[in-house]
Nanobody, 121 residues
């Protein structure tokens, strides 16, 4: 199995920045895609960004330009740099490691516990 440990969430003023980290351990050989989802209370979990083992990235259209996903293979870690944060970005952010993601659905995915991001106005 894959274990994911997230960090970097917190409180930030609108317009500020945060950097989320997700470190993977365990059966990391099975990971083809890593990324981030987010979920606000009462709302459906939505895909934020993904990155493949080959470095191909994908972003939600509404977030592209403000958020950047990156990876450090030596550390088995994926990052999400979030800039120009808005109150509507407030959510629990979940790290995902999966064999694949079809549409917005992970296949054989492992999830982190989530890290809270709160953006105040």
């Amino acid at each position: 199995q894959v274990q994911l440990v997230e960090s970097g969430g917190g409180l930030v003023q609108a317009g500020g920045s945060l950097r989320l980290s997700c470190a993977a351990s365990g059966s990391i050989f099975s990971i083809n895609v890593m990324g981030w989802y987010r979920q606000a209370p009462g709302k459906q979990r939505e895909l934020v960004a993904t990155i493949t083992s080959g470095g191909i990235t994908n972003y939600a259209d509404s977030l592209k330009g403000r958020f950047t996903i990156s990876r450090d293979n030596a550390k088995n870690t994926v990052y999400l740099q979030m800039n120009s944060l808005k109150p509507e970005d407030t959510a629990v952010y979940y790290c995902i490691a999966a064999r694949a993601i079809t549409g917005t659905n992970p296949i054989f995915g492992s999830w982190g516990q989530g890290t809270q991001v709160t953006v105040s106005s």
